[in-house]
């Protein structure tokens, strides 16, 4: 797809890392699919993706973790 951020590049298949911050919880994820802009770098995960990022943090936060680096594991 065309990049919608610097609106010249197209997307590919890629990895990024992706940083999540809530309440005292940072979770930092390393290996997230993502199509990547070959352009700018700008990163687009898909919505199940983050959806399972948004519920790892949440896990997260019920477990107390403050700082976490992990390897994403596609559910
Ligand atoms: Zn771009």
Same mark, same amino acid.
Do not use: A, L, S, V
């Given at each position: 797809m065309k990049c919608i951020i610097c609106k010249h590049g197209e997307t590919a298949r890629g990895t990024t890392t992706i940083t999540l911050e809530r309440d005292h919880t940072t979770l930092v994820f390393k290996n997230v699919p993502a199509q990547v %802009?070959?352009? %700018?770098g700008e990163a687009y995960v898909d919505a199940t993706t983050s959806a399972q990022l948004l519920a790892a943090v949440d896990a997260a936060i019920a477990l107390g973790v403050h700082v976490e680096v992990r390897e994403f594991v596609p559910a």
């Open positions: %802009c070959t352009n %700018c």
